[in-house]
T-cell receptor
Framework: DAKTTQPPSMDCAEGRAANLPCNHS???????VYWYRQIHSQGPQYIIH???NNETNEMASLIITEDRKSSTLILPHATLRDTAVYYC?????????????FGKGTHLIIQP | DSGVTQTPKHLITATGQRVTLRCSPR?????VYWYQQSLDQGLQFLIH???????AKGNILERFSAQQFPDLHSELNLSSLELGDSALYFC??????????????FGPGTRLTVL
């Protein structure tokens, strides 16, 4: 699975959109981009995933650049409960039997 | 609530002891993954079972073992415990055996403290 790079921390004001970037310049054609978050010491929570088209669900939107070398997770109206560590993970079909590879993620802090 | 359950929530034991952690996957999921999260190592994949069979191993110590039962619940056995085994242990479940669209859903974890 391709390696990802994320900023270690970010701040965002409550009610504003939080935009979390992720670089995955070595991503290959069949690899998906997944986002998870972990609030304090709870289990990681699945947010969204995508291949090349932009995706949206009830939690967030995922924007993947046309060359697929980077992506942005957007939380449209951040709340204090969105404070968490956000992980961007690239997952290929070849690594499916293995577990997810978590990096250090981005610690997003929502400010009141 | 992901639908994945883990017991116990907390476990405190002594060095040299053996413990068993339990995981019940979401209804309909056949895969169970185990992960360890310690302060210095982050979240690390340990082992994956699919429909009762071991599929892949990650950074799992020889002192650790796992199995998945016919009802699809899984147990992670940790023996000869050391102080460094203190960590959060998560299981995750997914529908299929593999694949880049097979989303994993995580349980709430078991916090193990070895004294």
């Amino acid at each position: 699975d391709a390696k990802t790079t994320q900023p270690p921390s970010m701040d965002c004001a409550e009610g504003r959109a939080a935009n979390l970037p992720c670089n995955h310049s070595t991503i290959s054609g069949n690899e998906y981009v997944y986002w998870y978050r972990q609030i304090h010491s709870q289990g990681p929570q699945y947010i969204i995933h995508g291949l090349k088209n932009n995706e949206t669900n009830e939690m967030a939107s995922l924007i993947i650049t046309e060359d697929r070398k980077s992506s942005t997770l957007i939380l449209p109206h951040a709340t204090l409960r969105d404070t968490a560590v956000y992980y961007c993970i690239v997952r290929g079909s070849g690594g499916g039997a293995d577990g997810l590879t978590f990096g250090k993620g981005t610690h997003l802090i929502i400010q009141p | 609530d992901s639908g994945v359950t883990q017991t116990p929530k907390h476990l405190i034991t002594a060095t040299g002891q053996r413990v068993t952690l339990r995981c019940s996957p979401r209804s309909g999921d056949l895969s169970v993954y185990w992960y360890q999260q310690s302060l210095d190592q982050g979240l690390q994949f340990l082992i994956h079972y699919y429909n009762g069979e071991e599929r892949a191993k990650g950074n799992i110590l020889e002192r650790f073992s796992a199995q998945q039962f016919p009802d699809l619940h899984s147990e992670l056995n940790l023996s000869s415990l050391e102080l460094g085994d203190s960590a959060l242990y998560f299981c995750a479940s997914s529908v299929g055996p593999s694949g880049n669209t097979d989303t994993q859903y995580f349980g709430p974890g078991t916090r193990l403290t070895v004294l």
